[in-house]
């Protein structure tokens, strides 16, 4: 509303204009509760594993599935990896306190209580997922949603993380069963482009983590959790990471050699160059810049060879 002179007109006294009310405080306390919610369930990491599942079912050659059983099958793997998260984080809530990155999770931070409630709720989650996929997609695809998830949740979470600095090589294996899950969705027996790029998420896992776990090597320490930089030193965890990405980029060409095209290779290229080029940059100078910069360089290497995957299987 305008003054006939120019400028705003005020709002009659006793209130506020239509429009400019204050907010609810009930409803932003609402807002907040939900973020709290969502938060546990780590669904950054949740979406990135959806869309592996997505990738193992583009790359199975002369396959296809009905909307209704790709749609099933993607917010099952996303519904199991969130109720991994959440599991991680309730588990690790202690743990999650004396590191600045992690001390304001719900749990760990005392908003949401880490109560039998929650847990019924998580497996119930599992349970969901898992049991959605059988019903809709087959039994082979949700045994390796199954699979993702306790991986993630019980090896990694219960069994490895405190007890040796190679701990999130066996948990990468949670990315590798989204993709036969996706797979295992066309086609219940898995061939080699799928297992190939299984092989991939296994050996792309370590260097992502580990490029993180460098920048934060001081917050590891201080919790006690034997993250490899942590362990064998933040110079030689660099090295480690650079070897393990040219592994890694190595083994992302050789789908070509099996029935992958042109597009594929491209963008295997293309992405692990740019990755390769960080964790050079890593190893020569071991810092946290270069560490968040490989970081950020695996996320960009592994988007870029997935969405080469879904490409190059729309041209086929």
């Known amino acids: 509303m305008t003054h006939p002179r120019g400028g705003f007109a005020a709002p009659p006294q006793g209130g506020t204009a239509r429009g400019l009310a204050e907010p609810d405080p009930r409803r932003s306390l609402g807002r907040t509760r939900l973020g709290l919610v969502l938060g546990i369930f780590k669904l950054r990491i949740a979406v990135l594993i959806m869309v592996t599942a997505l990738g193992g079912m583009a790359i199975v050659p002369a396959g296809s599935l009905g909307a209704l059983q790709v749609l099933v099958l993607a917010l099952s793997v996303l519904l199991a990896s969130a109720s991994a998260g959440a599991f991680n984080q309730y588990v690790e809530a202690d743990s999650d306190r004396l590191m600045a990155r992690t001390r304001t999770r719900a749990f760990a931070s005392g908003a949401l209580p880490r109560s039998r409630g929650w847990l019924g709720a998580i497996g119930a989650l599992l349970v969901l997922a898992v049991g959605t996929a059988a019903f809709v997609v087959n039994v082979a695809s949700a045994g390796f949603v199954l699979l993702g998830a306790l991986t993630y949740a019980l090896v990694y979470t219960l069994g490895l993380k405190r007890r040796t600095a190679w701990n999130i090589v066996i948990g990468g294996a949670a990315g590798s069963f989204a993709v036969l899950a996706g797979a295992a969705a ?109 970081f950020f360089a695996s996320m960009v290497q592994l988007s870029v060879l997935l969405a080469a995957v879904v490409l190059d299987a729309t041209m086929r």
């Open 186 to 294: 066309v086609n219940p027996q898995i061939g080699p482009l799928a297992l190939l790029l299984a092989l991939v998420l296994f050996l792309w896992t370590p260097p992502h983590f580990w490029s993180l776990a460098i920048a934060n090597v001081a917050e590891y320490a201080a919790a006690g959790v034997p993250m490899l930089p942590v362990v064998v030193g933040v110079e030689r965890a660099a090295r480690i990471v650079h070897a393990n990405a040219v592994l890694l980029v190595a083994v992302s060409l050789l789908p070509v050699f099996f029935g992958a095209g042109w597009v594929y290779l491209v963008g295997a290229l293309a992405g692990g160059a740019h990755f390769l080029r960080k964790t050079h940059a890593l190893a020569r100078q071991p810092e946290r810049r270069t560490a968040l910069a490989s």
